[in-house]
């Protein structure tokens, strides 16, 4: 499996961006299709955004459409997710994931990280 790492969480105020980095190992980054999710606390983890093998193809959920953007540099096999105009409600601990199929990243990928905290204050 491919290991994975995330960074770049911390506090922030409403209205403010972050960059989430993904720094992936153990295999060959661009064969996997790679995917971004976060938990609030007391709610399940829920997708955010995913992204092809190319870099091609993204996708987004409805609650992040507009401000979020997926993007990867399969030559530094690192991951990111570019957030703007946060809100207290993306206040949760985003996960990293990768997939060799890109229907399944944004489902139920085989390959997880281990989180990073992200804060939003009103």
């Known amino acids: 499996q491919v290991q994975l790492v995330e960074s770049g969480g911390g506090l922030v105020q409403s209205g403010g961006s972050l960059r989430l980095s993904c720094a992936a190992s153990g295999r060959t980054f661009s064969n996997y299709a790679m995917g971004w999710f976060r938990q609030a606390p007391g709610k399940e983890r829920e997708f955010v955004s995913g992204?092809?093998?190319?870099?091609?193809?993204?996708y987004y959920a409805d609650s992040v459409k507009g401000r979020f953007t997926i993007s990867r540099d399969n030559a530094k096999n690192t991951l990111y997710l570019q957030m703007n105009s946060l809100k207290s409600e993306d206040t949760a601990v985003y996960y990293c994931a990768a997939d060799k199929d890109y229907s399944t990243v944004v489902v139920n990928p085989g390959s997880w990280g281990q989180g990073t905290q992200v804060t939003v204050s009103s």
């Open positions: 992204i092809n093998w190319s870099g091609s193809s993204t």
